[in-house]
């Protein structure tokens, strides 16, 4: 759906009458005709049939002008005198309709925006002198009143929509879909404070803290729309597979969804990037589905700070501190949900304690029964809530993907042009983490991605290797190098040691784990503060516990204050790392391994495990392994943690470690997403554990029951590999490349980017048959790559290719089934290339597309388009193809 349309605001109701006036009324020349008739025999201002005159022309011009205006808010930001001459170049375009060399078949052919732009060609002169912005009224004024032109042609003959059927039902369902998304603009009432909220949500929202951009010199923020890079969702489990989709897309076609996404994989990030899209209303064709919404940020951690109930919806712009919240208009909130006009996103629900979790949910269930027709995304880290969490309430659940070798190489190419950094790093960074298994593993999400970029910069090339390391070179160079490579300290002025700040601040964090909260009050902040000085007396000496916290807020890196009166951690996994710091340190072990159960305390219990010494590493993997007050998915939850414990204990006993891995055996293979999520959790350790194939039952009473539970074994091991996505997974996934389950194979396909080209299609891909699979391809490498395993008859193309480059890397003789983005078609001539080519399916988020082009490819016979699209053009296609509307899914 084109912007410039829904830029005009001009609903049906209001055009339609002044459009019809522009036309003679039935039974004066217009009647119902079985053939062509010239437009310009139709217009009601000339000739002799005229019924209006040219300054009743001029009045209906003036209308829609001044609707338009009123609605798009120019109303009083253009003068007076400038939109009169944009309702007098409006009356001389649509004057151009009387000499107009065409009849009303052909103008529908040509289609709302070609109508308008050759109205536009034939009245050049009538725009000259104005402002960009008279300029652009005038536009889409013009391309609204073709629009309801055509639905007026498509309507008062009966010959025009029996020859363009497709072409005038997308004219109807166009106009229908604008109405819709006029229907969500606010009352007049309500405009003025709407606007005032989205350029605060822009503004809060609309900056991005990078990691280490702050010490290369660059800015510490960077802004939103050059820094967001869309990430992959991965949709439920199907036949064939989790379907891949844009994760900004995921609220496109459904109402409600349960996004999950692990720490730091970027799950804030896409709450922050639809909110603020939506806010600015600079939305491409992809996010048009945002129009006219109004986005609610909702993060839970500030939603309960201090034990807080959570909001009505009367309170949701105070309790996250929104400054005007006060001047919202009486009601406001209520004439936006019941109008289904809202954007609710909430944020983290795996930052509050898991005892409250069924509190939120009931809190969303009376939300959605009271307000259902709103949009909801609801996000967490995968173990917070379990599959089907909010499945009655008809939330699909998704997850964030793993950052693709590309998707990695985009984030270090923009790290670097941020900071203003030389080519020659961000290359040189690429190579060790292609190199280096371990390295390219752990930047596969832009938290771990940005340190990583922030370290080999600092580090002048050189990079830990695990985990801890990387932290611990963070913290170093955040807590100390910053301020003494930018000279802060002056004569007189604080200076807290490296070992007192990160002891202070440690402090912090492990309190706030202790009482589950991702936010404390600052007053609370303070006092711990406070009660540590006296056991660090070269810090109090220097200043009050109000002073040191100042202090560490403005010289860490890693404090933040979202609110005047609370106080957090930049991100999550620092407070984690730090508390789980103090708890080894505070001998806390049988603490630890008493709260191990619970999800918000995973992360805490892998970093104690790689900061305890070899003899409390057993103490706590034992205490993990052999916990006796738990049973059935706890215990199996708390084998799987210590197993994925084991990449951080570099020293350990080696019965200890064999004992955890034969607990986690048991737990091999999985049988359920969750299992599967689980064991990716793990890591690389499980891979030695996953097991191969293994053959269906045969000759037994409850063979085929068996054999189900078999293959979804297969899947599920293969979801779990795929995830993994080192050197040492494609050796597991190989064993499965000639698995009969389509769900399996589909996935291995599915997985090709995520590893070495070469590699991964050698052991894998090229062993893959494909008679109902399609393969995706994402680059120019997948695609020679195919080509010299002899090419596949079924590709989906799922990167940016020019036509050129994709007919002279594919065997053309093989090619039979072809899936595509509708921006690759162009005028489609190029398919006529595959001679055995005969299906197509196009995928694009507009509501029309013209397959007339592939008229030329003779041996196509089905053509696929998504069921929200119309296809025009179809009268010039041949008996032999058929062109079928449906919902796409996963290839």
Known sequence: MEPAV?????????????????????????????????????????????????????????????????STGVEDVLPTFEKRAVANAVADSLRVMGTLDMDDVQAVKLGHLGLARRLRSQSRTATLGLSNDAVALHASVLDTACLHILNFFTQRSAFVPRTLV???????????????????????????????????????????????????????????????????????????????????????????????????????????????????????????????????????????RGGAALPAPHEFLSAVDCPIAGLQPPGWFDRVLAAGRGLMLIDGIDEIPEDDRNDVRSWLQELISVYPANRWLVTSRPSAVREHWLVDEDFAELDLAPMSRDNIADFVDRWHRAAGISDQYANELLRAVRAKQDLGRLATNPLMCGLICALHQDRRGYLPEGRKEIYDAALSMLLFRRDRERGVYKSGSMHISEAHHIQLIQRLAYWMIRNGRSEMDRSDAVDLLGQALPM??????????????????????????PSADSMDFIHRTFQDYLGAKAAVEGLDFDFLIANAHLDQWEDVIRMAVAHARPTERTRLLTGLIRRDDVSGHGMNRLHLLAAACLEHATELDPAVRAEVQQRAAALIPPRSADQARALTEVGPVVLDLLPGPRDAPAGEADAGSEARRIADEAYFTVLAATRIATDAAVAVLAQYRQHPDPRVRAELVRAWSRFDTELYGTEVIAHIGDDTLYFPVSNARELQALHSFGGRSRIKVSGEFAPVDFVNSVRTGRLTHLWVDGGMGGTWGWLHHFPHLRSLTIETPQPHIDVGGLARVLSLRTIRVPEHTVAIGTDRLPPSMTVVRERLGGA
Not at 189 to 198: N, S, T, V
């Open 536 to 561: 660090m007396p070269k810090v109090a000496e220097q200043g009050t516990a109000e002073e040191v916290y100042r202090y560490l807020l403005i010289r860490s890196g890693l404090l933040r204050e």
């Open 6 to 70: 829904i830029g005009a605001r001009l609903a049906s109701s209001i055009v339609i009458p002044l459009i019809k006036k522009l036309f003679l009324p039935d039974g004066a020349g217009a009647e119902l005709v079985d053939k062509p008739v010239r437009v310009s025999a139709l217009v009601s201002f000339r000739g002799e049939k005229r019924t209006i005159s040219d300054k009743d022309l001029h009045t209906i011009a003036e209308e829609l002008v001044r609707r338009a205006a009123q």
């Open 166 to 304: 497709e072409q005038s039902r997308s004219i109807e369902e166009l106009a229908l879909k604008i109405d819709a998304l006029i229907a969500r603009a606010p009352s007049p009432a309500d405009g003025p404070f709407e606007d005032r909220y989205a350029g605060y949500i822009a503004a809060k929202h609309g900056k991005l803290s990078i990691f280490g951009l702050d010490l290369s010199g660059a800015p510490e923020t960077w802004r939103l729309d050059a820094a967001y890079l869309s990430l992959d969702a991965a949709g439920d489990a199907a036949e064939t597979g989790p379907a891949l989709l844009p994760a900004d897309h995921v609220l496109a076609g459904r109402d409600r969804v349960l996004l999950r996404g692990v720490a730091g994989s970027g799950k804030t990030t896409l709450v922050q990037w639809l909110a603020v899209s939506t806010a600015r209303r600079a939305l491409d064709e992809h996010l048009l589905y945002l129009y006219g919404l109004v986005p609610f940020v909702l993060p839970l951690r500030t939603l309960t």
